[in-house]
């Protein structure tokens, strides 16, 4: 709601990120030597169900449907999922790896243990000391799970990988598996488990150590996940949610914030779709000619996205953002504007540089765009500044019984959009993004036999004032 301030609307949205899960994770880096080289991935994730996490979502039809028409595979997403884990999880995995007391929470990996250990079992009543066998058709996880229940279970066997998806078994004497279990080399060792258990996660902990520039467009939910699917839950303060995604990446650009300051200052046309936005930055009209423009290749192993347009799927999604033609060309009209204000800036001969194009977008970094809220922007190094919206405007009702939010809502959207608060029995604040809405509603409904719109008056309007004067 418009009404929301930032910390009622992180509250909203801690809720919403609490009961989903993230599905594709995409990411796209860009090297320089003489041109940009973009590197863009792609991958499914599907949360551990190793030890003694059992995550439960949410599923949206909606977004089902949404996605489903975009392609999104669901079966990679099901089956070939990358596992991942925050950090509550993985300690909550290391006490009781260390206790013993870890269980196997998938039915399926359950079936497969059952399966190993009859085989096993069968075999090893024969079995002589040092002969082995092979369990064969294991994937990830179920590599340390099986080992794990069969050393556990059966105290003559030791067990070690054997290729990608394979466990050799071998029947050793109690003095030899005592050695084994001391030994260095040990496959089943906690910090194995743990890295294998962390799955993406070691990847999301590998791009907080690099501290790079992360961009996104529209990111703010796609940081709220971040935080609680890969580094702690998140926390019920607000300013402590903001202070841990700065420590976490220093510097964020997001895209949309951009392009909206973009707009004010250029014909562009107002698109908001990701896809949209960047060919509108590609478009011959905007940049002809342009001899500073960028040049921008996909690396040889990710050229797909350059044959093949796939909105909406992660890792393209990651390119769009982090493109040249997304990020740098809008950067680039402020260093030019830049340039044109202080020629020492840049020279003409020479492409600018890309702390050059950072520089220029020193005033948007960390402000991330809030899709409806009491403020445009959430600031991740400093105090929010206050929203420019519309004024508040007071609908007094005369004559209608009963009426509600909807209702007024019903009866206003024809003409404008307003978000809609109860003031009182018959009193009704409204609020828009948009100020033409705001002056549309007051010379329309002036003379209005039912409802009375006028500016909202703290002093006349306000309950607690009225309260308080009664």
Same mark, same amino acid.
């Given at each position: ?101 870890? !269980? ?16 096993? =079992? ?78 993406? =996660? ?26 609680? !699917? ?28 951009? =392009? ?28 002809? =000619? ?17 044959? !093949? !347009? ?161």
């Amino acid at each position: 709601s418009l009404f929301d301030s930032p910390a009622e609307w992180y509250l909203k949205a801690r809720r919403s990120v609490q009961r989903f899960t993230v599905s594709q994770f995409g990411k796209c880096y860009f090297s320089f030597h003489c041109r940009y080289v973009v590197h863009s991935y792609n991958f499914f994730l599907f949360p551990s169900t190793f030890g003694v996490t059992d995550a439960e979502f949410t599923l949206s039809a909606s977004s089902i449907q949404f996605l489903s028409h975009y392609g999104f595979d669901y079966n990679k997403f099901l089956k070939d999922g990358i596992p991942y884990m925050n950090e509550l999880q993985e300690k909550s995995l290391s006490q009781h790896l260390l206790a013993g007391s870890w !269980k196997v929470c998938s039915v399926l990996d359950r079936d497969r243990m059952k399966k190993a250990i009859d085989e096993v =079992t069968c075999w090893i009543a024969a079995a002589e000391e040092e002969e082995t066998m092979i369990l064969q058709d294991l994937s990830g996880i179920q590599m340390f799970e099986v080992q794990l229940v069969l050393r556990r279970a059966l105290q003559n066997v030791w067990t070690q990988p054997f290729g990608d998806s394979e466990v050799m078994v071998k029947k050793v004497s109690p003095q030899h598996r005592q050695l084994l279990e001391n030994s260095s080399r040990d496959s089943c060792q906690k910090e194995l488990i743990l890295m294998s258990a962390r799955g993406f =996660t070691n990847l999301f902990q590998a791009l907080v150590k690099a501290k790079k520039p992360l961009v996104g467009h529209n990111m703010l939910m796609d940081l709220l996940h971040l935080h609680d !699917k890969f580094y702690k839950p998140l926390p019920e303060s607000y300013e402590e949610f903001k202070r841990n995604i700065h420590s976490l990446f220093p510097v964020l650009i997001d895209t949309k914030t951009v =392009t909206k300051s973009v707009w004010k200052k250029y014909p562009f046309p107002r698109v908001s779709n990701l896809l949209e936005v960047y060919e509108v930055l590609c478009s011959s009209d905007l940049n002809p =000619t342009d001899p500073t423009c960028p040049v921008i290749v996909l690396a040889s192993d990710c050229s797909r996205y350059a044959e !093949k !347009k796939t909105p909406h799927e992660a890792g393209y999604d990651a390119f769009l953002c982090g493109s040249g033609k997304m990020l740098l060309n809008a950067s680039q009209k402020f260093v030019l504007e830049l340039n044109h204000s202080f020629p020492a800036f840049v020279t003409a001969e020479a492409d600018p540089s890309f702390s050059e194009y950072l520089s220029a977008l020193v005033k948007y970094l960390n402000k991330v765009h809030v899709i409806r809220g009491g403020v445009s922007n959430i600031n991740f190094s400093g105090v929010d500044a206050p929203c420019r919206r519309p004024p508040l405007l007071v609908v007094h009702v005369r004559g209608w019984r009963g009426l509600d939010e909807r209702h007024i809502y019903q009866e206003l959207k024809g003409l404008c959009q307003f978000d809609v608060k109860r003031l009182s029995e018959n009193q009704f604040i409204l609020l828009s993004s948009k100020f033409k809405h705001a002056r549309l509603a007051l010379q329309d409904y002036k003379d209005h036999p039912n409802l009375q719109i006028s500016l909202y008056r703290h002093w006349r309007h306000s309950p607690h004032v009225n309260c308080l004067l009664q």
